[in-house]
C-alpha cells in the first residue's frame, strides 16, 4: 500500500480523509500519469459514484481536476463498480473513475480509478500517481479550448445491461428471486436486468436516498434478505454491497451461501463445460480450508494470491485463467469483465440453478466449511503490530496446536487502522478461543 492508495483505492470518511482537495488533485494527477503513458492526445475520463449523498461534492471535485488536466469527461451517474470499468472500456477512455467505499458505511466514501481498457491500476501506476501529487502541477496548464469538456453519458445504463445479459444468456425463467441492493448503485440496474433475464424479482432495499446505503442491509448485513426469501417462498435471494461489485447469495431455506461457495460453484461448472482454463481457479489467503477441500476433491487447481480483487485479477493476468474470487462475494470472470461484478455473477450462479433444476443448496453443498472466526482489532499502528514478536511468537503457537486441522491468518487492513485475525479450526469453540486469544495478544502489542 502506498501512502494515499490502499487496497481498493482511496478511501475514508468523506470531507474529512477524502476531502474535495484531494479527490480534485488525484483525478487531475491521474490524468496526467495515464495520458503520458499513451502518448499524446486528448484524453476521455468516465466517471461514476455510488448513491451517498457525499458523491455529489466528490464527483463535482473530480469533474474539475479531469478538465482542469484537459480531459473531456463522460459523467454516468449513480452506476455499479463494474459498470464503470466496463464503460471505461467500451468508451475507449483513458481513465475511470468510481466514487465509492463499496460495502462501508455512508459517511465515507472513496475514489476507485480504472486504467484504458477498464482494469485496476497495477502498483507501480499508483506509486507515479502518488508521486505525482507529492509533486504537484509542474507542467503548463491547459487553456481555452484545451480545458476538458464534460458531456452526461445517457447509454451508460443500458450499454452495461445489454452487455451483461449477452454474457449470460441462460433464461432464468420459472425462477423466483429476493434481490438486496443495499440501497445503493445496484438499485439502478439489477431488479431490471434480472426481470429481463427472465427472473420473477422481487427487490428491497432498493430506494438510495443519499443516506441509507449499507444501513443494515446487503451483503454484509444477511439476515433481512434471509428473512425475505423464507416469506417469499424464492428460489433464492442475492444480496450487493453498496457499489454492487460483489454478490453473496442466500438459499431457499434462508442459509447464506458465501463467496467461496459461490466461486466453487462457477469453477465446477465451468470445468464440466471444458472452460476453466488449466483446471485452475484463483482465490485470496481468506479462503475456507473447505474451500480447497472441493477443489481438491473437484480435481481443480487453487492459485492462492493476497486480499484484494486486484491481486486476484493480476494473477489472473499473469497466468491466463478464466475465474478467480474472494470469499468476500468479488468474484471476476476473465471472458467478461476486468474486475470483480457483482451482477454478472449472480446472473451465472442463477443460470446454474435454472439450468441444472438443483436447489442452491444443492450446489453450494459441495463445500463443507471449516468454522471460521474473524476478529478486527482497533489499532494504533498497524506497522508495530506486524513487527511485534510476541504477536509472531503467539501465532506460531496456534498454528502448531491447530496442525493440518486449521490456520491462523494476521492481516492489516487496507482501508482502515486494524488488524484481522482470522482462525479456522475444526470446532467453533476452539476457532474462537484462538481468535480472541490473539487478538488480546494483537491489542496489547
Known amino acids: 500500500m502506498g501512502k494515499f492508495f490502499g487496497t481498493d483505492g482511496v478511501r475514508g470518511l468523506a470531507n474529512v480523509d477524502v476531502t474535495p482537495e484531494l479527490a480534485l488533485a488525484i483525478a487531475s494527477a491521474a490524468a496526467r500519469v495515464l495520458v503520458s503513458h499513451d502518448g499524446s492526445h486528448r484524453p476521455v475520463a468516465v466517471v461514476g459514484r455510488d448513491s451517498r449523498a457525499s458523491g455529489e461534492m466528490l464527483e463535482a471535485a473530480v469533474v474539475a481536476g479531469l478538465t482542469s488536466a484537459g480531459a473531456d469527461v463522460k459523467l454516468v451517474g449513480v452506476l455499479p463498480t463494474p459498470a464503470v470499468a466496463y464503460l471505461t472500456h467500451t468508451y475507449g477512455a483513458d481513465v475511470g473513475v468510481v466514487l465509492s467505499a463499496s460495502h462501508n458505511p455512508m459517511p465515507d466514501n472513496g475514489v476507485k480509478l480504472f486504467a484504458r481498457g477498464g482494469k485496476k491500476l497495477p502498483d507501480d501506476i499508483e506509486t507515479e500517481i502518488e508521486n505525482e501529487l507529492d509533486r504537484g502541477w509542474t507542467s503548463p496548464r491547459p487553456t481555452g479550448a484545451s480545458v476538458g469538456r464534460v458531456s452526461i453519458a445517457e447509454d451508460g445504463a443500458g450499454l452495461y445491461i445489454e452487455h451483461l445479459l449477452a454474457a449470460s444468456p441462460t433464461s432464468l425463467a420459472g425462477l423466483k428471486i429476493v434481490v438486496d441492493c443495499a440501497n445503493g448503485a445496484a438499485s439502478m440496474v439489477a431488479p431490471l436486468l434480472y426481470c429481463r433475464a427472465g427472473a420473477e424479482v422481487i427487490a428491497v432495499a432498493a430506494g438510495p436516498n443519499g443516506l441509507n446505503i449499507n444501513d443494515g442491509v446487503g451483503s454484509t448485513h444477511l439476515a433481512a434478505l434471509s428473512a425475505q426469501v423464507v416469506a417469499h417462498g424464492a428460489a433464492l435471494g442475492i444480496a450487493h454491497d453498496g457499489d454492487a461489485d460483489r454478490c453473496l447469495a442466500i438459499d431457499a431455506d434462508g442459509q447464506v451461501v458465501d463467496g467461496d461457495q459461490i466461486l466453487a460453484i462457477c469453477a465446477a461448472s465451468l470445468k464440466e463445460a471444458g472452460a476453466l482454463k488449466d483446471n485452475t481457479v484463483v482465490a485470496t489467503v481468506m479462503s475456507n480450508l473447505g474451500f480447497h477441500h472441493a477443489m481438491d476433491a473437484a480435481g481443480i487447481s487453487v492459485l492462492t494470491t493476497a486480499v484484494g480483487d486486484r491481486y486476484v485479477l493480476e494473477a489472473l493476468t ?94 492489516p487492513s487496507g482501508t482502515e487502522q486494524l488488524v484481522r485475525v482470522m482462525v479456522e479450526a475444526l470446532t467453533q469453540a476452539h476457532a474462537d478461543e484462538i481468535a480472541h486469544r490473539i487478538a488480546e495478544i494483537v491489542r496489547s502489542a
Do not use: C, W, Y
Open 318 to 411: 499473469d497466468h491466463q485463467l478464466s475465474l478467480g474470487g474472494e470469499q468476500s462475494g468479488h468474484v471476476i470472470f476473465t471472458d467478461a469483465a476486468t474486475t470483480g461484478d457483482g451482477l454478472l455473477t449472480a446472473l451465472r450462479l442463477m443460470s446454474m440453478v435454472a439450468s441444472t433444476g438443483k436447489p442452491l443448496s444443492e450446489l453450494a453443498s459441495m463445500v463443507h466449511r471449516l468454522p471460521q472466526v474473524l476478529v478486527n482489532v482497533e489499532v494504533s499502528d498497524k506497522e508495530r503490530v506486524a513487527a511485534s514478536e510476541e504477536v509472531a511468537q503467539a501465532v506460531a503457537a496456534a498454528e502448531a496446536e491447530l496442525g493440518q486441522d486449521g490456520r491462523v491468518l494476521l492481516r
